[in-house]
């Protein structure tokens, strides 16, 4: 069985080991991470899936606004281990994490993703239209899964991110060169 829960510093090593089997040095380039540079994710809205303490799928949620004045969430990075994919892992955490955001008020949730996965979830780029973000990306991608019906009604501009910024990285001597902490697990 499948365990979901909040991700704690526990978890960091094995989630970074995670996304970079997932998605290699790539997702460093993708312009959602643009959005969660140097910021911290959505308190309480972090989590990873996992089985007989192994690690085999995350999802975070981070604060963005939706335009100018309209809070939302972005969700990303979602990933699950290759022997684990297509076991249904990742839906469980979307749907975990879409509806924790629910019961702590939050009005909608945006991501860059595939239509074909997320639309049965709710998300659709129907109201995303008059949206944009930093940096190149395809219109189509952008989703948004409301919920709170009307959350994202007359939305315009450009997300952007908001909350809590990520405490600074801590150097660590790596022979001759300082590398962030994250970065010595690689």
Not at 93 to 115: I, S, T
Not at 133 to 154: N, V
Request: with cysteine.
């Amino acid at each position: 069985m499948i365990d979901i829960r909040p991700e704690t510093r526990r978890d960091v090593a094995a989630r970074e080991a995670l996304l970079e089997e997932a998605f290699g040095p790539a997702r460093f380039a993708k312009t959602a991470q643009r959005l969660r540079e140097g910021r911290q994710p959505a308190e309480h809205l972090s989590f990873v899936a996992g089985r007989d303490g192994t690690l085999l799928g995350t999802v975070r949620l981070w604060n963005v606004s939706a335009g100018p004045g309209l809070p939302a969430l972005l969700l990303g990075p979602l990933a699950v281990a290759r022997q684990r994919r297509n076991a249904g892992i990742g839906a469980a955490l979307v749907r975990h994490a879409l509806a924790a955001a629910a019961a702590r008020g939050y009005g909608v949730v945006l991501l860059v993703g595939d239509a074909a996965y997320y639309g049965r979830f709710g998300f659709s780029s129907e109201k995303t239209g008059a949206l944009s973000l930093p940096g190149p990306y395809e219109r189509e991608r952008l989703l948004a899964c409301e919920l709170r019906p009307g959350a994202l009604d007359g939305a315009c501009g450009l997300v952007s991110a908001t909350g809590r910024t990520a405490a600074p990285a801590r150097l660590v001597h790596n022979g001759g060169a300082s590398l962030p902490r994250a970065a010595r697990a690689r």
